[in-house]
């Protein structure tokens, strides 16, 4: 039974409180039925949130599923106009999305960087020397607007006209004056775009509608001009105010969280895992909504055909189920399956874009108005966060600080030197133990390298293709030089091998970087357990750990002595409290004994080969210490190659019926490396089997499945696959792509 529940997200107090709201619900009724809004049927747990999400041929997001010519993709419906892809359902949706997603890919929003930390250096520089700004009015509204409509192909004169409306529409009371002006400045946005489609058909431009207006169905027929404009508008409408909403509830945050906003100064290369738990925390989309077209039943309630079903990411996002301690914000969390996003078919084609331009803000503000408060007095929130969350205004006071100008490569921020390839010299190459080479690596002309903190590692991108990261094992005082130290694995697919074959003093390599995905957070004392190669993030902590007078003990396990890196150094920093256990000497270390070392305030850093972080967490959830364990899974520093092993895998063609070509994907490569090429507009995210960015529809063969996302009756059918780490168990596989 779906028990009648008095619900309403839209309600006062779910606008107080929205994660207490969910969890007060969360916990005695997670389904339910309320008269809200027309009624509906509510769900508040990850599981039934990905369920209804995921199955659209059960759950649509078209109007006529719902009865009316409104927006019904929310609760209550709306007006406005149609937009393609989110309001329609497979098939008639994938055309337009397909049309959408070559603009948005990792590359493609890469080469946007230059132009989105132009926009942002212009708009901080119109009020840096102010000491005061209304962060919403001045920036978080302004940036997304900007990149987003520069990057379509609109006129400056276009920015603030097109920007205005949506964020009207979301900031204002759904019946006052101020959102029926947005109402209206969406009709002259619907004719801007129209026109501009008209423009561009004749005189096309190096911008997104010049490309959306050349491209062609698949049975080589142009689309017409009123799905041009529905899919433009969509482009904006996405664009704007989501990413506005999230900028602004983190800059709150930071005000209010002076320890974190500092983490995040001190350790920069922290942002892009804090973007995930600010995402996760924030949810700018806090709900969206479907229509059953079918009885059903979701977390064992029935839904009758006909009603509406409320999915709140925000809910999905702070289930304990899958997110300890959900109400605590860590920057260290690995957030990634947040459903912020949302997930399915229709999970934002724009991530990649948001992302960049969230933390291009960010780091904008925190190097150039790094001391800024808010104004708590002077905070105007939406009116409701039933779907849309966010601030209206954000006014702060910082220190005045100098205007940039157009910036030049050297002035960027960090944000945008992480997101950029350059080049490196190979200063030197040292054979330090069997099989690992360390290279020490400089900038071309002696110039300061980008800062970094223990944990971080450096993106290489090798002459064959290959990409790898590498944990950085030097001192990040020395901005000079990085160092770092790579095993070669005659067995993996090719990248260590192919590092040390090339290196050698004065080879130039490129690199991307550096990044941290695994900081060190603070705390009374450390518990350091390295194992082989894993060693190198890890003595980066040690050495600074040590420097700073922390309580640490440092255990280093490897097969022998002469296969263990760095020992010497570790020694070095650790002194008596550093354990080297070679196998062949001491056996296996006796985790249990390690681990019931650690006090409550213990810190547990681990980074070593599957087997041992795998046995690490076991003795961890044994001794109850779980909570205090960080871990580097990949302990060569490469967690596409690690994570992927080759052996026992075998290749086989895939068979892309769209185009009726035929890729071979080695035993070595996974098939969306193998189809990348061929199909330049895939959609991709996590790589990793959760996220469902690159699902794709099974037409014939037998796929293999090592996502974590498909349910067992999914897997059981064949008729889909993640192509990010799904195999074919048949020679064939032919892909709707
Ligand atoms: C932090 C910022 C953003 C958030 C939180 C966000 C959130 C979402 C969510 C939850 C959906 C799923 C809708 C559904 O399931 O019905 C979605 C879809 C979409 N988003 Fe975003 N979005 C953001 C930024 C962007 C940007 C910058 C763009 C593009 C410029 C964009 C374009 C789209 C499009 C085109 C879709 C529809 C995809 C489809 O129907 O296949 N979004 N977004
Ligand atoms: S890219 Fe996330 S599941 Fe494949």
């Known amino acids: 039974m779906t028990r009648q529940v008095d619900f309403d997200h839209h309600s006062a107090l779910c606008t107080e409180d929205p994660v207490a709201y969910y969890e007060s619900f969360r916990e005695g009724c997670p389904v339910g039925r309320t008269t809200a809004h027309g009624g509906y049927v509510y769900t508040t747990r990850y599981a039934d949130v990905v369920r209804v999400a995921r199955d659209d041929a059960t759950f649509s997001s078209s109007r006529a599923a719902a009865g009316r010519d409104r927006v019904a993709i929310v609760i209550p419906s709306g007006p406005g106009l149609e937009q393609y892809p989110i309001e329609l359902d497979p098939p008639d949706s994938t055309g337009y999305r397909d049309l959408i997603n070559p603009l948005l890919t990792p590359d493609a929003v890469e080469r946007l960087r230059p132009m989105i930390a132009r926009h942002a250096t212009r708009v901080v520089d119109a009020f840096v020397e102010l000491g005061s700004a209304d962060f ?121 969280n002076p320890d974190q906003r500092r983490r995040l100064i001190e350790s920069p290369d922290l942002l892009d895992t804090a973007t995930e738990e600010f995402l996760r925390a924030f949810a700018p989309s806090q709900s969206m909504a479907r229509t059953a077209l079918a009885d059903a039943e979701v977390g064992g309630c029935p839904v009758r055909a006909g009603e509406r079903v409320l999915i709140p990411w925000v809910a999905a996002n702070h289930d304990p189920a899958v997110f300890p301690d959900p109400a605590e914000i860590r920057l260290d969390r690995d957030a990634t399956r947040h459903l912020s996003f949302g997930i399915g078919t229709h999970r934002c084609a724009g991530a990649h874009l948001a992302r960049a331009m969230f933390r291009e803000m960010i780091t904008q503000v925190l190097t150039r108005l790094p001391d800024f408060r808010v104004l708590e007095e002077g905070l105007v929130a939406y009116p409701t966060r039933g779907n849309q969350s ?177 020992g010497d150094e570790l020694v070095e920093h650790a002194g008596e409290h550093a354990e080297l256990l070679p196998q062949d000497e001491h056996g296996l270390p006796d985790l249990d004994a390690v681990l019931g070392s650690a006090g409550p305030g213990t810190a547990i850093y681990c980074c070593g080969p599957a087997g041992m972080i795998e046995a690490v967490e076991r003795a961890c959830a044994r001794l109850g210490v779980g909570d205090r364990l960080h871990i580097e899974r990949f302990a060569a520093g490469d967690d596409l190659e690690v994570a992927f092993d080759p052996a026992g895998n075998t290749a086989f063609d895939v068979h892309l019926a769209r185009s009726g070509r035929t890729v071979r994907v080695r035993e070595d490569q996974r098939i969306i490396e193998a189809v990348r090429e061929a199909v330049p507009g895939l959609s991709y995210d996590c790589e990793k089997g ?48």
């Open 690 to 737: 959760y996220c469902g960015a690159c699902e794709t529809r099974v037409l014939a063969g037998t796929p293999e499945h090592r996502d974590s996302l498909l349910t067992p009756e999914e897997r059981e059918s064949g008729r889909t696959m993640m192509i990010c780490v799904g195999r074919s168990t048949s020679p064939r596989l032919v892909l709707d792509l």
């Open 390 to 566: 966010g601030w209206d205004a954000i006014p702060a006071v910082f220190t005045p600080g100098p205007r940039r100008g157009t910036p030049s490569s050297s002035g960027a921020p960090a944000a945008f030197q992480q997101a950029v390839p350059f080049d490196v010299v190979i200063t030197a190459a040292e054979a330090v133990a069997d099989g690992v080479l360390a290279l020490t690596l400089a900038a071309p002309d002696g110039e300061a390298l980008p800062a970094w903190a223990p944990g971080a590692h450096l993106e290489f991108r090798l002459p064959s293709g290959r990409i790898r990261q590498y944990s950085l094992c030097g001192d990040p005082e020395d901005r000079a030089s990085y160092r770092v130290a790579v095993l070669r694995e005659d067995g993996g697919r090719g990248g260590s091998a192919e590092l040390h074959d090339l290196a050698r003093a004065g080879v130039t390599v490129t690199v991307k970087g550096p990044r941290n995905h695994f900081p060190l957070v603070s705390a009374e004392d450390y518990l350091f357990l390295a194992g082989g190669i894993g060693i190198t993030p890890i003595l980066a902590m040690v050495r600074a750990a040590a420097r700073d007078g922390a309580p640490l003990r440092a255990v280093y396990g490897g097969r022998s002595r002469s296969s263990m890196a760095f």
């Open 136 to 256: 919403v009015r001045d920036l978080t509204n302004p940036l997304p607007a900007a990149v987003t409509l520069d990057w379509l192909g609109f006129p400056e004169e276009d920015w603030a006209p097109l920007a205005g409306p949506i964020h009207d529409i979301f900031a204002a009371p759904a019946d006052s004056d101020r959102a029926r002006r947005g109402a209206e400045g969406l009709v002259h946005m619907e004719r801007r775009i129209r026109e501009l489609v008209r423009l561009r058909r004749e005189e096309p431009a190096d911008d997104a509608v010049s490309f959306l207006v050349a491209r062609r169905r698949p049975d080589g027929e142009p689309f017409g001009e009123d799905e041009l404009v529905s899919v433009i508008g969509l482009l904006i409408a996405g664009g704007v105010d989501t990413t506005t909403s999230l900028t602004g509830s983190v800059l709150v945050h930071l005000s209010r």
